[in-house]
């Protein structure tokens, strides 16, 4: 069973940055594919990120690319997502998930996280 810790969630001014990242425990972390997911208010969730088990592979949603980088430490068991040029729509819960093996923009997820918070001020 994957636990999954999301934090640096918080507020900031349209335009800004905000890196949040992802701690992992209790499992083989460099055998799972990670990524984002958010929901907006009164949005359903949708993916925003994915990167591979070795990251060699990444890919976002059309929405975030260019703005939005993901990257894993995994001798610190710990996902980053990179936010840049952030806009008052990406305010959402953003959640972090995993899947064993690959799964390609985490279509197949197994675990998730409890979500953290991020509001971009206009």
């Known amino acids: 069973q994957v636990q999954l810790v999301e934090s640096g969630g918080g507020l900031v001014q349209a335009g800004g940055s905000l890196k949040l990242s992802c701690a992992a425990s209790?499992?083989?972390?460099?055998?799972?594919?990670m990524g984002w997911f958010r929901q907006g208010p009164g949005k359903e969730r949708e993916f925003v990120g994915f990167?591979?088990?070795?990251?060699?592979?990444?890919d976002f949603a059309d929405s975030v690319k260019g703005r939005f980088t993901i990257s894993r430490d995994n001798a610190k068991n710990t996902v980053f997502l990179q936010m840049s040029s952030l806009k008052p729509e990406d305010t959402a819960v953003y959640y972090c998930?995993?899947?064993?093996?690959?799964?390609?923009?985490?279509?197949?997820?197994?675990?998730w996280g409890q979500g953290t918070q991020v509001t971009v001020s206009s």
């Open positions: 998930a995993a899947a064993f093996g690959y799964s390609h923009r985490l279509r197949r997820t197994d675990y």
């Open positions: 209790r499992g083989t972390f460099v055998a799972y594919s």
């Open positions: 990167i591979s088990p070795s990251g060699d592979r990444t």
